[in-house]
C-alpha cells in the first residue's frame, strides 16, 4: 500500500548480461524485482558476449518491465520517479536500460535519475539491513572494481584505496577460465576452492606489512597462469580444487587485511560490503571472523542482492531523488561505459 507520503522508485538495470526492473519504497521496502539473467546463453561462449547481451535486453526489457509493475500491484502512475543504470557497464546493453528509460520518463512526466551501478551495489546493503546509515567504511568488490570507500552521507563517498591494475572479480573470471571452468567464473572457482587444499603461495602476501589501501590482481593472476601452464608443460598433474583453494585464499585476504586495516584507521566500527564478489562465502566468513576479532560489524548483502539487480538501483535512486542530485533531463541523457566510482 501507498500512502501520500511514500516515494515509488521504478529501477531498471541492463549493464551486464541481466534485464532487472523493480519498484521500491522509500528506498528500502521491495516490491518488486523482476530479474531475467541471461547466464545461460553466454555461458556457452566462455563469457558475456556485448552484443548478445544487448539483444537479450531488447526482446526482454519490455516484458520485464510489466512482470515488475504486476508484481508490486501498481501501475506507471503511482510511480514517483524512474532510476536508470547509465553506467558503467556494456555500452550496448546500457543502451538498451537508457532509452527505455528515456522513454519512459519523456512519455509521463515523470523524473529520471541517472544511478552509477556501483552506487546501487552499496544500496543493496540499505534494502537488506533497515538500520543501516552512513558514515560507514565500504569494500567494493566487483567484476569492473576493488576500493576501499567512506561513505559520508547517502550521496557522498570519499576514496580510500583502488586496484592499481585488475579487479578482483575479474582475477577471479581469468582464474576460471584458465582452469577450464565455466562461466560465471567466481561461483565456480568458489565451488572448486571449496574441495581443495590452500597450500600452494602464489605471492608473498604478509599483512603486517600493508603500507596502503590500494590493491592489486595481476600479479596474483599471472602467477596463477604461470603455474598452470608450468605443470602442464612439464605433463604433471594439476589440481583445480587446490588451485582454486589457494587463489581465493590470497584473493580474498588481500581485501579482508585491508579492510579491517581501514575502519581500525579511520575509526568505524562497520565494515559493509557491496557487489558482485560480496557473495563469496569465503570472503564472507574470513571478513566476519576478522572484524569479530576487533568488535567490528560486517553487513552483506543477501545473495539475490549481491548479483545485478533493479532493487539496488531504484534503492540508489532513492536516495539520489530526496537529496535532489542527479535528476537528469530525459532528452539527454547518455549512457557511459566507464564512470570514477
Ligand atoms: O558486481 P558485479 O555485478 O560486477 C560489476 O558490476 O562490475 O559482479 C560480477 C563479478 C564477476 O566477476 C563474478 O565472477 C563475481 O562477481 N562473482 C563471484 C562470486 N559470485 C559472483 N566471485 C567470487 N565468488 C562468488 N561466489
Ligand atoms: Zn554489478
Known sequence: MKTKKDILILGIETSCDETSVAVVKNGREVLSNAVNTQIDIHKLYGGVVPEIASRNHVMNMDGV????????????????????????????????????????????????????????????????YKDLKPP??????????????????????????????????????????????????????????????????FTNMDKDKIVDFNFSYSGLKTAVINFIHNKKQRGEDISVPDICASFQKEAVMQV?????????????????????VSANTYLREKMQEEASKIGAKVYCPPLKLCTDNAAMIASAGYYNYINNRSIVDPRTLVPTSNIAL
Not at 84 to 106: R, S
Not at 257 to 270: L, Q, R, V
Open 136 to 201: 560507514f567504511c565500504c569494500l567494493i568488490v566487483s567484476g569492473g572494481h576493488t576500493a576501499l570507500v567512506e561513505m559520508e552521507s547517502y550521496i557522498q563517498k570519499k576514496l580510500i584505496g583502488t586496484t592499481t591494475d585488475d579487479a578482483i572479480g575479474e582475477a577471479f573470471d581469468k582464474v576460471a577460465r584458465e582452469c577450464g571452468l565455466s562461466y560465471p567464473g567466481g561461483p565456480n572457482v568458489q565451488m572448486q576452492a571449496e574441495k581443495g587444499n590452500d597450500y600452494i603461495k
Open 256 to 276: 579482508v587485511n585491508k579492510s579491517i586495516y581501514a575502519i581500525k584507521k579511520f575509526g568505524y566500527d562497520k565494515i559493509v560490503l557491496a557487489g558482485g
Open 65 to 128: 518491465y510489466r512482470q515488475a509493475l504486476s508484481d508490486a500491484g501498481v501501475t506507471i502512475d503511482d510511480i514517483d520517479a524512474i532510476a536508470v543504470t547509465y553506467g558503467a557497464g556494456l555500452l550496448g546493453a546500457l543502451i538498451v536500460g537508457v532509452n527505455f528509460a528515456k522513454a519512459l520518463a519523456y512519455s509521463t512526466g515523470k523524473p529520471l535519475i541517472a544511478v552509477n551501478h556501483i552506487e546501487g551495489h552499496i544500496s543493496a546493503n540499505y534494502i537488506e
